[in-house]
Each structure stands twice: as structure tokens, then as C-alpha cells.
């Protein structure tokens, strides 16, 4: 059965701090690594990544990913309080010969406090 | 250009009931897939759509079923509502079935079976 783990479940920091969020993942034919943003209902899209040791980056926020070892980071620098939210990682795979879905890890709740 | 459409955003029902729940892809978008997310959870995939028939089926039973139309929305159909159900029951979009694209979530139905 297809797996993610995302780590730290829940995490809370200051107002300038840098967060590395964590994911690993243990699925069937994989296809791409994605991560999320949730605040209220639909995650917002923040990265893909396919290729190994390709850092993506979009303002703070930064992401790479490790096929080898199964995981990949999500780094958030100079965190804002508009960074509070639940950071999805979920993996695409080929769940069969036609199909395609995502797996998504329980998510990694940030609070950015003042 | 409009993103990906739910409807209705909240709904109440009853045990046993029947539910019905729409989706409008990003226009040129031609996958459709439907998720359940439930409190404190990651997405679980349920359907895939592509071309207008079914690519992929994820762990839940017969009650749920989906199909989509030749202008590509998607209908998500739950019979015999169980309490279990209550869930936030998320549409994404993507341009092709493979896993290696984006694919971007509308805001979601809430839907609580009393």
C-alpha cells in the first residue's frame, strides 16, 4: 500500500524563523512529489518536483526532492504569520495501467506566531 | 480564468440519504478526480476521470460513484449516507491523467450526515 509521512505532525515558530517541513514516502510507480498549502478548504499548489537534487523555488519558499532516499523538504525562510497553514505532501503514482492519483501525508500544521 | 468549481459549498443530510456533488474543471482541463478528506487527515483518493470514463478507483465501497460529462464537470454520487461520510470532499483538475502534471483543487464540498 502507497505511504506518506510527513514530519513534523504540528510545529509553531516565531514571526523571521526558517522551517524545514519533511516528507518520505514509500509508494508504487511513482510519478511526481507535489506539496500543498491548506488555510480554510482547497489546498493551494505550491511545487512539483520529479527530478532528484532540482531545487524549486518561489519567493521564501523553496523545495527539493530525493529519489534515491524517498523524501523530500519543503523550506519556508523568513516565515510570516501568513505562512500559518497545513503543508500537504502528496506523491502522483500510476495506480494502474491507465490510472493516476495523488497520496497525501496527514499534513504538517505551521504556526507563525508574532 | 476560472479555477476549479465545487457545488454546493456546505450541505446537510441525513443518514441514509443520497448526496450529489458537482464539479467544473479548469476549462481545457480534461481529468477530473475526487478525494475525501476527513478532519485532521490528508486527502484519500476515490475516483479518477478522463475523457469521461473511469481511469482509477480508490478504497471505498460501491455507495460512491461518479461520471463525467462531454463538457468535462464531474458528479459525485454517495448512497445511503453513513455518519462517516462527513467529510470535506475535494475536485482536481489536471490537463492529462499522468501524475507527472499539476493538478489544482477547488474549495471543496462540506458535507455533515446527521
Known amino acids: 500500500e502507497d505511504k506518506v509521512v510527513q514530519s513534523p505532525l504540528s510545529l509553531v515558530v516565531h514571526e523571521g524563523d526558517t522551517v524545514t517541513l519533511n516528507c518520505s514516502y514509500e509508494v508504487t510507480n511513482f510519478r511526481s512529489l507535489l506539496w500543498y498549502k491548506q488555510e480554510k478548504k482547497a489546498p493551494t499548489f505550491l511545487f512539483m518536483l520529479t527530478s532528484s537534487g532540482i531545487e524549486k523555488k518561489s519567493g521564501r519558499l523553496s523545495s527539493i526532492l530525493d529519489k534515491k532516499e524517498l523524501f523530500s523538504i519543503l523550506n519556508i525562510t523568513a516565515t510570516q504569520t501568513g505562512d500559518s497553514a497545513i503543508y500537504l505532501c502528496?506523491?502522483?503514482?500510476?495506480?494502474?495501467?491507465?490510472?493516476?492519483?495523488?497520496?497525501f501525508g496527514t499534513g504538517t500544521r505551521l504556526q507563525v506566531t508574532l | 480564468d476560472a479555477g476549479v468549481t465545487q457545488s454546493p459549498t456546505h450541505l446537510i443530510k441525513t443518514r441514509g440519504q443520497h448526496v450529489t456533488l458537482r464539479c467544473s474543471p479548469i476549462?481545457?482541463?480534461?481529468?477530473v478526480s475526487w478525494y475525501q478528506q476527513v478532519l485532521g487527515q490528508g486527502p484519500q483518493f476515490i475516483f479518477q476521470y478522463y475523457e469521461k470514463e473511469e481511469r482509477g478507483r480508490g478504497n471505498f465501497p460501491d455507495r460512491f460513484s461518479a461520471r463525467q460529462f462531454p463538457n468535462y464537470s464531474s458528479e459525485l454520487n454517495v448512497n445511503a449516507l453513513l455518519l462517516g461520510d462527513s467529510a470535506l470532499y475535494l475536485c482536481?483538475?489536471?490537463?492529462?491523467?499522468?501524475?507527472?502534471?499539476?493538478?489544482?483543487f477547488g474549495q471543496g464540498t462540506r458535507l455533515t450526515v446527521v
Open positions: 482536481a483538475s489536471s490537463l492529462v491523467r499522468r501524475s507527472g502534471t499539476e493538478a489544482f
Open positions: 502528496a506523491v502522483g503514482s500510476a495506480a494502474t495501467g491507465t490510472a493516476s492519483k495523488l497520496t
Open positions: 476549462s481545457g482541463h480534461k481529468s
